[in-house]
């Protein structure tokens, strides 16, 4: 069984900046395909950022350009850097791993406030 951990989240004023850890029990951030999805109150779950065993990285345009995700495969831990945030970015972040339509696994959550 995969356990995913997440860490990071917190308060954070806009235009600033906060980075969030996903740490993975067993060496599977370099075989699954990582991600990093968010949930706002009264909202669906939607898409930030997702990084291939390859490498390749992928991020909804909301966040293209603000949002980094990379991963250290010896720690294995993915991280999302975020910068530039904004009020609309106040959501619960959530760690994802998937190594099939029908294999994924989801951390806790952590919360994310923008808020001046």
């Known amino acids: 069984q995969v356990q995913l951990v997440e860490s990071g989240g917190g308060l954070a004023q806009p235009g600033g900046a906060l980075r969030l850890s996903c740490a993975a029990s067993?060496?599977?951030?370099?075989?699954?395909?990582m991600g990093w999805y968010r949930q706002a109150p009264g909202k669906q779950r939607e898409f930030v950022a997702t990084?291939?065993?390859?490498?390749?990285?992928n991020y909804a345009d909301s966040v293209k350009g603000r949002f980094t995700i990379s991963r250290d495969n010896a720690k294995n831990t993915v991280y999302l850097q975020m910068n530039s945030l904004k009020p609309e970015d106040t959501a619960v972040y959530y760690c994802?791993?998937?190594?099939?339509?029908?294999?994924?696994?989801w951390g806790q959550g952590t919360q994310v406030t923008v808020s001046s």
């Open positions: 990084i291939t065993r390859g490498g390749s990285t």
């Open positions: 067993g060496s599977i951030v370099d075989t699954y395909v």
């Open positions: 994802n791993a998937q190594r099939s339509v029908v294999i994924s696994y």
